[in-house]
């Protein structure tokens, strides 16, 4: 009988997590291969070998592709260069990640930001300083609106749907990730709320890295409740599940908040 490879008894191996990994190809770049990760959580991982972009932000890609390709497009390095991409009307509430430099060729491609020192509508860096709750945007502005790992932090997440709703054109969507806890929880619950005397905690103050690598509180753990309360304001919310396997293991949900036509 052979002996096991010496380092798999080796202690620091043996108190590695364990690392999954599955084969497919990368929804951003169109890279097949071999997908791993090891880090907790899991949706900051598995990162594509060729373009580093994290599961999350795959899920999201997958999740626009299946709004807007029409079928025709597997990855956005693709689909971003077909006429069905380049005459979207796309706002992005983000200073940075992987879109950016995907979209920034779409001429319709705008991007914007809560920069707490400017007035909304003003821009800053080709950034456009807007508070979600309440855009200087006109109605049905937008064919795509993308936010990643932002609805987690805004106070009124009600006053954000109505506002995506408004500024959304018939047929259009908002597409967004939130980290969730599966199975989902039915109602979301509020970490935190706007007081008379400031921000009010109703649990332990959790923080996430914003785009501008400032600690950014988590208002709220959502639950099932969100695709109630997009239809409340117009909106038809479904969540995406590109890779079955890991979206359940990674806590991710990528939402398509989508305005009917009609
Ligand atoms: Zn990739």
């Not at 991982?45 to 709004?67: D, H, K, M, N, W």
């Not at 992005?92 to 914007?112: L, T």
């Not at 690598?213 to 599940?241: I, Q, Y």
């Amino acid at each position: 009988m052979s002996e096991p490879p010496a380092t798999l008894a080796h202690p620091a191996v043996m108190n590695r997590p364990p690392e999954l990994s599955f084969a497919g190809m990368c929804t951003m770049c169109g890279n097949k291969g071999t997908f791993s990760g090891v880090r907790s959580p899991s949706r900051e991982s598995f990162p594509c070998p060729s373009c580093r972009a994290t599961l999350r932000y795959r899920e999201q890609a997958g999740a626009i592709l299946s709004v807007f390709s029409h079928g025709r497009s597997h990855f956005l390095d693709h689909f971003r260069h077909q006429p069905e991409c380049q005459r979207l009307a796309i706002l992005e509430a983000a200073i940075r990640g992987p879109f950016i430099r995907r979209f920034k060729d779409v001429p319709g491609y705008v991007r914007s930001y809560y920069f707490e020192d400017a007035v909304p509508g003003e821009t800053r860096d080709g950034v456009i300083c807007q508070d979600l709750e309440r855009m200087t945007f006109a109605d049905a502005s937008f064919d795509l609106i993308i936010t990643s790992d932002v609805m987690e932090h805004v106070f009124d997440v009600d006053a954000v749907i109505a506002e995506t709703a408004r500024v959304l054109r018939p047929g259009g969507a908002h597409i967004f990730s939130v980290p969730m806890v599966f199975p989902l929880r039915p109602g979301s619950t509020a970490r935190a709320r706007r007081g008379p005397g400031g921000v009010e905690h109703l649990a332990e103050p959790r923080y996430h890295r914003s785009g501008l690598d400032e600690p950014s509180l988590v208002v709220t753990d959502f639950g099932a409740d969100l695709a109630a309360r997009h239809a409340e304001r117009g909106l038809r919310a479904r969540f995406h599940r590109s890779m079955p396997l890991t979206a359940v293991l990674n806590g991710n949900a990528v939402v398509v908040a989508r305005r009917p036509l009609q």
